[in-house]
């Protein structure tokens, strides 16, 4: 495989990677953390750097821009969001460089006791003289979806420093908020302007991913009956108690993220916050098919009416709201940008695997509006966590798999 893309991926990716952009699900602002400007700002002067063409950023927080076509084609869209992930500490991100890793364990020098071992990440095992890159120990990487957004700057600078390329109209866009469900809003499909896309925000080499979960956000509030503790006898409604009773009468051995895999969705607990004479309760709920999704949004209605049945004086409430649906509902009916994506793949050698990801992207949400998107690997593993890493090496290889496709995608009319 050529290297290169290799040191400016790696460039960018550390670069990108150590500023904060955390988004945060309980501001009601777009995007929800001003942090995230700084990302999107960059992206910005560094897509004017590139020379790119009608680069904007967006009232509602997208950056846009265009690598103009040499060729008839679709335009085609490649998306990657800016946000990490609010699950763990993204604050003073240190990225480091393993270069010509040697298979061995990896450790991390904020962190003595955590340790990153082929034992139990195969895949890492399988990346013995690449280079990788990971946090100090104290913070996830932030590769979901830097790397993202590294591999699209990358073939957007190599296209554009080569004229000559055969490309359609390629349209760019970098998204806030993706890991709280809100990097897609109405907007978006009519100002990217895109037959089709593709969100860079996938696992393993060779991933081209064109089903999701279908999701929605839940939450339950309790209200109580509030007396001082010293006068409550048989007046005191205790919320919390409540909230309590619900989360134990919802499923415990099936139905939870730690029992499920494969298809099975499930119900999580996310947020318990209060106390006893308020309570609010948060949750997700996930499913690959619509029915199942619907199932669960029943159960949990049925739990808090049976918790409410059992004390009348308090007040429960529950609200679901739709997040994002399965992208395959929609992609199955036109499957071009998916056998795009896979011969693309496979013109560098690369077997393409496509299976349900147990998540979702902005390409749920995009497809869903209108523009088929499905979604191809970057190489980011153990995401959301303090042992992310990725391979400089896959992230070349995905960089590849797009301009071969942007290539493809030029000779169709």
């Given at each position: 495989?050529?290297?290169?893309?290799?040191?400016?991926?790696?460039?960018?990716?550390?670069?990108?990677?150590?500023?904060?952009?955390?988004?945060?699900?309980?501001?009601?602002?777009?995007?929800?953390?001003?942090?995230?400007?700084?990302?999107?700002?960059?992206?910005?002067?560094?897509?004017?750097?590139?020379?790119?063409?009608?680069?904007?950023?967006?009232?509602?927080?997208?950056?846009?821009?265009?690598?103009?076509?040499?060729?008839?084609?679709?335009?085609?869209?490649?998306?990657?969001?800016?946000?990490?992930?609010?699950?763990?500490?993204?604050?003073?991100?240190?990225?480091?460089?393993?270069?010509?890793?040697?298979?061995?364990?990896?450790?991390?020098?904020?962190?003595?006791?955590?340790?990153?071992?082929?034992?139990?990440?195969?895949?890492?095992?399988?990346?013995?003289?690449?280079?990788?890159?990971?946090?100090?120990?104290?913070?996830?990487?932030?590769?979901?979806?830097?790397?993202?957004?590294?591999?699209?700057?990358?073939?957007?600078?190599?296209?554009?420093?080569?004229?000559?390329?055969?490309?359609?109209?390629?349209?760019?866009?970098?998204?806030?908020?993706?890991?709280?469900?809100r990097g897609v809003g109405p907007q978006?499909?009519?100002?990217?302007?895109?037959?089709?896309?593709?969100?860079?925000?996938?696992?393993?080499?060779?991933?081209?991913?064109?089903?999701?979960?279908?999701?929605?956000?839940?939450?339950?509030?309790?209200?109580?009956?509030?007396?001082?503790?010293?006068?409550?006898?048989?007046?005191?409604?205790?919320?919390?108690?409540?909230?309590?009773?619900?989360?134990?009468?919802?499923?415990?051995?099936?139905?939870?993220?730690?029992?499920?895999?494969?298809?099975?969705?499930?119900?999580?607990?996310?947020?318990?916050?209060?106390?006893?004479?308020?309570?609010?309760?948060?949750?997700?709920?996930?499913?690959?098919?619509?029915?199942?999704?619907?199932?669960?949004?029943?159960?949990?209605?049925?739990?808090?009416?049976?918790?409410?049945?059992?004390?009348?004086?308090?007040?429960?409430?529950?609200?679901?709201?739709?997040?994002?649906?399965?992208?395959?509902?929609?992609?199955?009916?036109?499957?071009?940008?998916?056998?795009?994506?896979?011969?693309?793949?496979?013109?560098?050698?690369?077997?393409?695997?496509?299976?349900?990801?147990?998540?979702?992207?902005?390409?749920?949400?995009?497809?869903?509006?209108?523009v088929p998107t499905p979604n191809i690997?970057?190489?980011?593993?153990?995401?959301?966590?303090?042992?992310?890493?990725?391979?400089?090496?896959?992230?070349?290889?995905?960089?590849?798999?797009?301009?071969?496709?942007?290539?493809?995608?030029?000779?169709?009319?």
């Amino acid at each position: 495989m050529s290297r290169k893309f290799d040191q400016e991926l790696q460039d960018r990716l550390v670069r990108y990677a150590a500023i904060d952009s955390q988004s945060d699900e309980n501001s009601s602002t777009t995007p929800s953390t001003d942090c995230q400007f700084d990302m999107l700002n960059l992206l910005v002067d560094e897509l004017r750097d590139i020379g790119a063409a009608d680069v904007q950023l967006t009232d509602y927080g997208v950056v846009l821009a265009t690598i103009p076509g040499t060729r008839p084609g679709p335009t085609v869209g490649f998306l990657a969001h800016v946000d990490t992930a609010p699950q763990f500490n993204a604050s003073g991100v240190k990225p480091r460089v393993i270069q010509g890793y040697n298979g061995g364990d990896i450790s991390f020098p904020d962190n003595p006791d955590l340790v990153l071992s082929p034992d139990a990440n195969p895949y890492l095992a399988s990346k013995q003289g690449e280079d990788i890159i990971t946090a100090s120990g104290l913070t996830l990487l932030g590769g979901d979806d830097k790397a993202g957004v590294a591999i699209i700057m990358t073939m957007a600078r190599h296209l554009l420093d080569n004229p000559d390329l055969p490309r359609p109209t390629l349209r760019i866009a970098f998204t806030p908020d993706e890991e709280i469900g809100r990097g897609v809003g109405p907007q978006l499909p009519r100002h990217l302007q895109a037959d089709f896309a593709y969100t860079l925000d996938g696992g393993e080499v060779g991933e081209i991913i064109y089903e999701s979960f279908s999701a929605d956000r839940a939450v339950v509030r309790i209200k109580g009956v509030s007396i001082h503790p010293g006068q409550a006898k048989e007046k005191m409604v205790n919320a919390a108690h409540l909230a309590a009773k619900i989360v134990q009468t919802l499923p415990q051995a099936t139905m939870t993220p730690e029992t499920t895999d494969g298809r099975e969705g499930f119900l999580h607990v996310t947020d318990m916050n209060g106390g006893s004479s308020e309570m609010e309760l948060k949750l997700i709920l996930r499913d690959f098919e619509r029915e199942g999704l619907e199932d669960k949004g029943d159960l949990l209605r049925q739990v808090c009416a049976a918790v409410q049945a059992g004390e009348p004086r308090a007040e429960i409430s529950v609200e679901i709201t739709p997040q994002y649906r399965n992208m395959r509902y929609w992609l199955e009916e036109d499957m071009t940008p998916v056998e795009l994506a896979r011969d693309a793949c496979r013109a560098h050698g690369i077997e393409p695997v496509s299976t349900p990801i147990r998540g979702g992207t902005d390409g749920s949400r995009l497809t869903e509006l209108g523009v088929p998107t499905p979604n191809i690997f970057t190489g980011m593993q153990e995401i959301h966590g303090p042992l992310e890493w990725i391979s400089v090496q896959d992230m070349a290889r995905a960089t590849e798999v797009c301009l071969t496709l942007a290539q493809m995608a030029a000779k169709q009319d």
